[in-house]
Structure formats: C-alpha cells, structure tokens
C-alpha cells in the first residue's frame, strides 16, 4: 500500500465530471490498484476514488488513474508532496464476524424470500473495494438488493451500507441498487438515517430463522 499526503486538485472525466479545488489530501494507492482520495474532515469515506483494474500514470505534476474498461479517469494535479511511503501489508484474514450476525446471514442467504415472494441470492460476501457485502440478491422484479447484517443495528451499519451502494450503483451491471438494513434491533436513530439513505429496515427473528418456531419460520 501507497500512502501519499499531497496538495493537490483532483478532477474527475467520465460519465460526468466533478473537480476537487486544491487542498491538502491524502492519496491511499493500494496493492489491488484501487486509488482513492481522502480528506481530514470525512471520516474514512474518500472524496472520489476509481476500483480496479486501473492504470496510475504519474508523469510530474500530473498523475492519471484510468479505469481498465470504462476509461473513466481521476486526473491529480500535484502541488507539493508532503509525504510519499510505501508499506508491505500481506494477506488480510479478513473480518471475523459476531457469530450470531455470521449465522444470521447464512440463514437469510438459505432463506432469502423471507425478504420478499420471488428473491432470489446472487452471492453471499459479495466483494467491493471498501469490503464484502453481506448478501447481494434480486428481489422479484428483478432488481439488485444489497443486504447489510448487524446483531444490533445501529448508525455505523447504516453508513456501512451507503458506503457499499454508492460503489454498487457504478456498476452498469448492477445498477440501481437499493440497500437493505437487517438486524435484530434497529435503533431508532438508524431507522431515521436509513428511511433519509432510501435504504428499507428489515428486524429479524433469530430464533424463526433457526426452525425454531415453525408456523413463523421467517421475519418477524
């Protein structure tokens, strides 16, 4: 992984343009040829970013990441480099889930029309740049549903599933995508954010989930 703090003005050209003015910034460069732009004030959402497969070409002050298929790209106008470090991370172990939210989302994935008649799984742990997605799945129309799995639903997990639409919806394969907030408990705060986002929130049954209560095997 690349981690660069620059000054520097970041211009986006594909499908529409958008222009970041300049600015101190950090440029994350990871091993998968993901690049993404961060600023101090966003948390960890990036202010733009483009996903593999993606080409950086650095050639002085300008340096260009084009994306492989769709040739959109992100042009950097670099200013000054404050800071410019490689590091070695290895293989991650990847998350190791609460073993309750684990075994929700092997549940719901066996058993996806409890979210609806005529749902239908495309994949669990299905692979963004920032993360897998719980369970990705059409509903019955036919369009794609991003399912995010929380023991106890709360405001991160609703930002968490933002965050994974908005990758989501730059697929033209996928898009549009809606997303789906499912959990035992949904605190109040996140029913709000979720129903501001367009995201549905869907209380599960652990218990019905299991067989445990037959004559409601599903959703509560």
């Known amino acids: 992984m690349r981690l660069v703090i620059a000054r520097c003005s970041v211009d986006y050209i594909g499908r529409l343009t958008a222009h970041l003015p300049m600015a101190p910034r950090l440029v994350l460069i990871k091993a998968d040829g993901s690049v993404s732009i961060h600023a101090d004030d966003r948390a ?8 593999p497969p993606c ?24 200013a000054e480099i404050l ?12 998350l190791i889930k609460d073993g309750v939210e684990a075994h929700l989302q092997e549940l719901l994935a066996e058993h996806i029309t409890t979210l ?14 920032i993360g897998p997605v719980d369970i990705l799945c059409r509903d019955g129309v036919g369009a794609t549903v991003a399912v995010e799995i929380k023991r106890r639903g709360e405001i991160d997990g609703v930002e968490q599933l933002t965050r994974y639409l908005e990758l989501l919806n730059r697929d033209p394969l996928l898009t ?6 499912a959990a035992q408990e949904i605190k109040p705060q996140a029913r ?22 037959p004559e409601n095997p599903t959703l509560f």
């Open 55 to 78: 080409k950086l070409k650095e050639d002085g002050e300008t340096w260009t990441v084009t994306h492989g298929k769709t040739g959109e790209k992100l042009v950097l106008t670099m």
């Open 83 to 94: 800071h410019d470090s490689s590091h070695e991370l290895g293989v991650d172990p990847g």
């Open 116 to 129: 609806g008649a005529g749902y239908s799984l495309i994949r669990r742990e299905y692979m963004t740049a």
């Open 176 to 181: 549009p995508v809606r997303g789906v907030f």
């Open 192 to 213: 709000v954010l979720a129903a501001d986002r367009g995201i549905d929130c869907v209380t599960l049954d652990y218990a019905a989930l299991r067989g445990i209560e």
């Open 44 to 51: 960890f959402k990036p202010l733009n970013w483009m996903n």
